[in-house]
C-alpha cells in the first residue's frame, strides 16, 4: 500500500483573501489533514487524564463554585470550565 505524505498548510496569513480562496479552490485539502488532528468535541467519554497543581486556596474556590452550582467536586468543576473553554477555542 502507498503511503501518501501529508502536506504543509500554506501561511493564509501572508495570503490575500482572493489568494485564500483560489489556494483552497485548487487544492485537495485530504491531502493536508493529518487524522491525528481530528478533535471529537461532541466525546463525552471521561476517559484521559490530566495533573494540574493548583494552590490550596484556588482549590478551595473551585470547591466552593462547584458546591454552588451542585457539582460533586472541585475536579468535576475544573473539568466543565475546561471543556467549555476548549469547545469555544476549537
Known sequence: MKQIKKRNWPDFEKMTSVQVVKWFDTHDTGLYIDERDIVDLEDETNNAML???????VKRILERLAETKGLRGASTYARQ???ETAKKAA
Open 81 to 83: 470550565i475546561l471543556t
Open 51 to 57: 495533573n494540574i497543581r493548583l494552590s490550596r486556596s
